[in-house]
């Protein structure tokens, strides 16, 4: 049985399954053939701490029916994570199999991340609960703190949290990187990156964080730092820094791999960097450079890319990129160009998009919403599925729900 999860922002929990599928389980399957299959689940925000946002699992694949949908009754900003048979949220626990409720607990951050049965969350400090029952167990001495605020997440690889923000370094403010054991919250290691640059349209108490999520692939860990714009890459074990590239405008976190990286920025597209050294290797998208009135092409593009809140999910050799307009676009990894483009505009049948897709099966798996106003009223809760090499949807659901997920779909096979 395949399950897929979502969390609108009122929190609406729906799980599907699938049905009649080549490579599916059937309802007829016997239990001992379930217990031998390998078991794949979604522990963080974009399943892994390179934020790819990828399900190996093969048998994930439409069409889905729903099964069971839970109301948690708490407004919600991040997504859910699946760990251990539990779907987590920022105020509760479900079990996976049922919706049941088995633990209710406003645990704020972001999106909770499990590992080895117990859950973090981070926003302006890192803590950890007992995902059994919620149990608060410590909280991490230092700060820290990213862009994204709730709807982001913690990387978490090898019994390690990676995360940053700001710290006085030598009198002076300071972008960092550190690492937090994950079983004490002790620090293991911090970084100072880079003196904060102030910002002129920035009051000092309104700059916030000024970091996305790190990601972390292989022995690189990748930072990102907002003002000044720089791209950082660490060794993951140490801490010590390996290289940095300027001129890059990110608000969320990258993409890796550890052999390359991939950086969304706010208006421009995206770069890719070779993950050894942080070569250059391709742009993909329009450079900004317009100082006066903007072109009616650059208004296209920056409807296309611009404000992008999430990383690019990286599967099958491309990049997905969204943006919080009504657009998804596919790039070719290795190479930078562009394979295709889809969205409301150009005559699908799925909607805009509210938050980066994400890949199983040879499918990427959207959300969006139809017919929502200006304030965002009156509008519908929209899943898709979506062929990779062409984008076109080949399976839909329209759900209840009056608000945009943010990481749409959480996958447990």
């Not at 949908?69 to 987590?88: C, L, P, Y």
């Not at 929502?372 to 399976?395: C, E, M, N």
Request: glycine fraction near 14%; proline fraction near 6%.
């Amino acid at each position: 049985m395949k399950y897929i999860r979502m969390n609108p922002a009122v929190f609406t929990i729906f799980v599907l399954y699938m049905i009649c599928t080549p490579g599916g389980l059937s309802h007829g399957q016997d239990t001992a053939a379930k217990d031998t299959e390998e078991v794949y689940e979604w522990p963080m925000k974009a399943c892994d701490a390179g934020w790819t946002g990828y399900s190996p699992d093969p048998r994930v694949k439409p069409p889905f029916r729903l099964k069971w949908a839970t109301q948690a009754g708490i407004a919600q900003r991040s997504s859910v994570s699946v760990g251990g048979g539990r779907v987590f949220s920022r105020n509760c626990c479900l079990n996976a199999e049922t919706g049941e409720v088995l633990w209710k607990k406003y645990i704020g951050g972001n999106t909770p991340a499990f590992y080895k049965g117990r859950i973090y969350t981070g926003k302006s400090s890192v803590k950890a609960y007992d995902a059994a029952t919620g149990e608060f167990l410590w909280t991490s001495e230092r700060g820290y703190a990213s862009y994204s605020g709730a709807r982001g997440g913690l990387p978490i690889t090898e019994g390690r949290i990676y995360g940053g923000g700001m710290r006085d370094h030598n009198g002076v403010k300071f972008y960092f990187a550190c690492t937090l054991d994950a079983e004490t919250g002790k620090e293991i290691w911090s970084t100072p990156l880079v003196p904060v640059k102030p910002r002129p349209d920035k009051k000092p108490h309104e700059l916030g964080p000024g970091m996305g999520e790190m990601a972390v692939g292989g022995r690189l860990a990748v930072a990102v730092t907002y003002s000044p714009a720089m791209v950082f890459g660490l060794d993951q074990k140490t801490g010590r820094e390996l290289w940095r590239q300027a001129g890059m405008c990110a608000l969320v976190a990258p993409t890796t791999d550890g052999k390359s990286v991939w950086v969304t920025e706010s208006t421009q597209g995206m770069w890719a960097l070779e993950g050894k050294t942080g070569k250059k290797l391709w742009h993909w998208g329009r450079v900004w450079k317009s100082k006066g009135k903007k072109s009616a092409l650059t208004l296209a593009h920056y409807a296309r890319v611009g404000t992008a809140r999430h990383p690019p999910a990286a599967a099958y050799g491309m990049l997905f990129a969204s943006n919080d307009g009504r657009y998804y676009t596919a790039i070719d990894a290795g190479t930078g160009k562009e394979i295709w483009i889809a969205g409301d505009k150009y005559g699908h049948t799925w909607a805009g998009s509210c938050g980066p897709p994400v890949a199983a099966g040879g499918y990427l798996y959207t959300s969006g919403t139809v017919g929502r106003d200006f304030q965002g009223r009156h509008y519908r809760y929209i899943l898709s599925a979506v062929d990779h090499k062409t984008g076109k949807p080949v399976w839909k659901s329209v759900l209840s729900g009056k608000s945009c997920a943010q990481s749409p779909l959480k996958i447990l096979c």
